[in-house]
């Protein structure tokens, strides 16, 4: 078993939940339409592409066109949050994954590197109200990207474009839009 299989929420929680609450909010991953960002780091950019294929067969499978995505490419992770900031402020998306991998080294460049990426992917949801799912693996070593990022359901990738559709949906039913914080 693992740690995911243990952390998992069970089955019917969130009817349970909904029975003793006056409105509960779930996001569905099939919203019928949403318009897609994509933004891949290039360094580590074979992991980086497996991702995104997983992403793509993902938006795919749950009906999203083609035409309805867009995808950008950055030099490495540190770069993800401003293509993110760029599509986000732009009012032509409606959410945005980015897509990298941060590999333990022997120095501490991965802590920041990694810390710094998720921390600019938070500022800009939080700052233009547009989900941003953060799709970058931080590993130990390349074999366990490799692994997060195989084919299918399991692949990290295809998991983040779900939980993009699911964002919108969700987003869409809340009453109100954030307000902008700074």
Request: charged letters at 20%; one cysteine or more; hydrophobic letters at 45%.
């Amino acid at each position: 078993m693992t740690s995911s299989e243990k952390s998992a929420l069970a089955p019917g929680a969130i009817a349970a939940a909904a029975k003793r609450v006056g409105t509960c909010y779930v996001g569905d991953s099939q919203p019928g339409r949403a318009r897609v960002a994509m933004v891949g780091a290039k360094f580590n950019g074979g992991i980086t592409e497996r991702l995104v294929v997983g992403a793509l067969e993902a938006f795919e499978s749950h009906g999203i066109e083609a035409g309805s995505v867009a995808l950008a490419w950055v030099p490495g992770a540190f770069e993800l949050p401003l293509a993110a900031l760029r599509f986000a402020s732009s009012g032509e998306v409606d959410v945005v994954v980015a897509f990298g991998a941060v590999i333990r080294g022997d120095t501490p460049h991965f802590d920041f590197v990694a810390g710094q990426c998720a921390a600019g992917c938070q500022r800009v949801a939080l700052s233009t109200g547009v989900p941003i799912i953060f799709g970058v693996l931080t590993t130990d070593d390349v074999e366990q990207a490799v692994e997060r990022s195989g084919s299918g359901t399991q692949n990290r990738g295809y998991q983040a474009a779900v939980s993009a559709l699911e964002m919108c949906d969700l987003l869409d039913k809340l009453p109100a839009r954030p307000v902008q914080v700074v």
